[in-house]
């Protein structure tokens, strides 16, 4: 909990520093809820874990060429005769980056700091047995420090709604991952 209060009050400030040149009526500023999916090699068995259309929510800020994010994303592995208990990340980040908007189009690339958490498998417990068993393992929780990178591709159709797909990776000590989402997005895209 003192962490994630750590990094609430990071991203305060930091985007706090960035107010002074902020200027809403020519900068751009938006909000992105999508979904998508995500593959780590990084477990128990040496096999991709897939997830199930995971979460994808951030907050953008375009000033000038510079871009400003904080995104979640939320990685939650399922299989229907899989191992038990479930892989679950949770990721929060703040990304700068760089990109070119156009009326119609915009695209950056960015990286940054995050928190990485989450449950991963732990030791083997046992096997239930018959035709579809499941193996069973301790259940760890875990929290490591993160750098996550994005590249986003963003459509704006309209001047206050657009959609697009973003293509992430988050390096940690624990379960590194990669993935996709596609978004849509609402605020002053133009």
Excluded: H
């Excluded at 992105?32 to 990084?42: K, L």
């Excluded at 994303?73 to 760089?98: C, H, M, Q």
């Excluded at 940054?112 to 083997?124: A, M, P, V």
């Amino acid at each position: 909990m003192r962490l994630l209060s750590t990094l609430i009050g990071l991203s305060t400030f930091y985007l706090t520093g960035f107010s002074q040149i902020i200027d809403f009526k020519n900068d751009k500023y938006w909000i992105d809820a999508g979904f998508g999916s995500f593959i780590t090699v990084n477990n128990i068995s040496g096999m991709p874990s897939f997830p199930v259309f995971p979460p994808y929510l951030s907050a953008n800020l375009f000033n000038d060429k510079t871009f400003y994010k904080i995104s979640f994303i939320r990685n939650k592995e399922w299989a229907l005769f899989g191992d038990k208990p479930y892989e679950e990340y949770n990721s929060v980040s703040i990304l700068l980056g760089k990109g070119f908007s156009r009326k119609y189009y915009q695209f950056q690339f960015s990286g940054g700091l995050g928190i990485t958490g989450g449950i991963k498998r732990g030791d083997f417990l046992y096997n239930d047995g018959g035709w579809f068993s499941t193996d069973f393992y301790e259940r760890d929780k875990f929290i490591t420090p993160s750098i996550p990178v994005e590249i986003d591709l963003l459509l704006k159709p309209i001047k206050y709604a657009g959609m697009g797909v973003t293509l992430f990776g988050n390096l940690n000590f624990v379960r590194p991952y990669c993935g996709f989402a596609l978004k849509l997005s609402m605020g002053k895209l133009r």
